[in-house]
């Protein structure tokens, strides 16, 4: 049987209906689309939350703030001192999920952590933790010569950089001594930099932070943005000065990186035995405090991602199934339409399997073009969606290869028993079918 | 040396309802190579029942049928399809043609079944022959009838057959062109080719060396002429 012959005669069948082949396809259309929109989005999301936490490391672990709800009197009292208005306090009512809000949107709660509390974490030792950072922000009125702007002032530990993998791009870093002696010295991430001195040297200038005189030390390297927070604004002042200029006693956040991914779990669980006596908690769930690793939000992203892949994985399979019904349906008309074309087929020597991969290479030439304007549209979609959501997608050849596979699978599966019936048909009812 | 050589031919159709029209009683007919055998006889008599199962389209019946002295009784519907692409030519009343097919392409149906070479060669020669090269590119749907009636001679010479098979082929041409047509095929017997053509003409009929006549699925007579 001659290859190119067959093709030819599929491609005129296919155009001898060119309105009722393209209806015919859009259901394929449709959901190889959805394959490769979810292919390219779902591999450009996880690439980002990927990227994002590699950023963030693998083994890092976040200790927040979280207002206990039931003893409002306690928090008052508590609260009294906090209650300035400079301190974000968005969220505060959320509960449960402020850890995952701190982590995504910096926003913070009442800080709740003790100094007790940093100290007795670092104390675990260099081998179950290598960083331990606390955190204590407030928004300030941050003000250079005439230029005066309403900035996040973050008070940290020198292990603060290492744990956000800051470098130093010009001056230095604070020291142990600054944070003992509540030195009034700040270091400028790369675009807070800019914003207050443009191009201009900002080593041993003086701003004012909410008219507190503070001495630049040091300005970072500028580093890659990640999705939710940007590392390139901060003023980082050590957190003994911060306590003392915000006027605070605790921290909002305590940030910790432990030795490796393994231990993770496990230093989790003594940082919160800790803090449940620090604070005198009995019951874990009355803990004003809540324990985040990166693994937790590794986690969550991709069971989100599972089912939002499930999702589109249904729309792709249903519009398969529905297309696929669509192209045996048009086949069967097709092969009775055509009865009279099989019959001098077979009269002309035409055996069974001739007529079965005729009809055959029909359905699957038409799902496959499907298949490719699926592909097409899909990655259309694919692009738009990225756009919205500011991630970059590409169209991977797998993805491609897949989609491919798929459409010609349905032709395949689709097609056989419209094929079938055709290539059965004897040779003489079909000769005088009318 | 008889090319076909049917014994006894017995067919029943059987409908829907089960009703049974015997559409042959008890038939024999011997054809030598060579021959031009026009097979007549009212409408519904038989003739085209017997050509299906000349042609090895048919294959459901009773009696023997030796083909080139082999039996084709009980071949498979695949070897039947192959012996046919190979030995027999078909002419039919209407339609038959691919519509959307050029003529070249329509010639060259049989071929796409099986791989030899210089099949264009030989299609364009054959649609020389029967007069159309002028529209070896156009469209069947673009034929007048006498021109699909060439060009499906064109095709049943294509694989080079032993026999040609037509049923009523001028049934639907005018007296002229029948005749064009009629003067084709027998140009082809003269070359050699075993000729069976169904016909309820007198005048189509006369061409033949033999006269086959049917009469309830069973030969009424049958003469040999000159
Ligand atoms: N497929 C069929 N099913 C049932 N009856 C048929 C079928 N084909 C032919 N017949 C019947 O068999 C008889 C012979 O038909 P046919 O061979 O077509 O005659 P002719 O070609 O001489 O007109 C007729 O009575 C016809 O009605
Ligand atoms: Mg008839």
Known sequence: MKISALIGQAFTAIFANKVRSFLTVLGIVIGIGSVIALISLGDSVSNTIGENFSSLGSAMITVNSKPVKEDTDAIDEETDQNEDPGIMMMGRDHGEENGMRAMFMGVVSDPTLTEQDFNDIRNLGEDKVTAVSPEISKTSDVAYNDLSKSLTVTGVDIAYFQIEGYEIAEGVLFSNEDIAGKSKVVVLASQSYNDLFGSENAIDEVITIDEEECRVIGVLSEKKESQFINPNEAILLPYSSALESFDQEMFTTISVEAANEEIVSSVCSEIETLLLANHEIADTGDADFTIISSQDILDMQESTMAILTGVFAAIAGISLVVGGIGIMNIMLVSVTERTKEIGLRKAVGAKTYHILIQFLTESVILTLVGGLVGIGIGYLISLIAARMISITTVLSIDAVVLAVSISGAVGIVFGLYPAWKAARLDPVDALRYE | ?226
Not at chain 2, 55 to 78: A, C, I, P, R
């Open chain 2, 1 to 226: 040396m008889n090319i076909i050589d049917l014994k006894s031919i017995k067919k029943d159709y059987r409908n829907k309802k089960r009703i049974i029209t015997s559409a042959l009683r008890g038939l024999d007919l011997r054809i030598e190579e060579g021959e031009f055998v026009a097979i007549m006889g009212r409408s519904g008599s038989g003739k085209s029942t017997l050509m299906n199962i000349i042609g090895l389209l048919d294959s459901d019946f009773e009696g023997e049928y030796s083909f080139k002295s082999k039996n084709v009784k009980n071949l498979s519907g695949n070897k039947l399809s192959e012996l046919r692409g190979k030995e027999i030519g078909f002419v039919f009343q209407q339609f038959n043609l691919l519509k959307k097919t050029d003529v070249l392409h329509n010639v060259l149906l049989p071929t796409v079944y099986r791989s030899s070479r210089g099949d264009n060669k030989r299609a364009e020669s054959l649609i020389e022959k029967v007069g159309l090269k002028d529209k070896i590119h156009n469209k069947s749907n673009e034929l007048s009838v006498g021109q699909i009636q060439r060009v499906a001679i064109a095709r049943a010479l294509m694989m080079d057959p032993s026999v040609i098979l037509a049923d009523e082929p001028t049934g639907n041409l005018d007296t002229k062109t029948a005749v064009e047509v009629m003067d084709l095929m027998i140009g082809l017997n003269k070359e050699g080719k075993t000729l069976v053509i169904i016909t309820h003409e007198e005048d189509i009929a006369a061409y033949a060396n033999r006269i086959v006549q049917l009469k309830d699925g069973q030969i009424e007579k049958e003469g040999k002429k000159r």
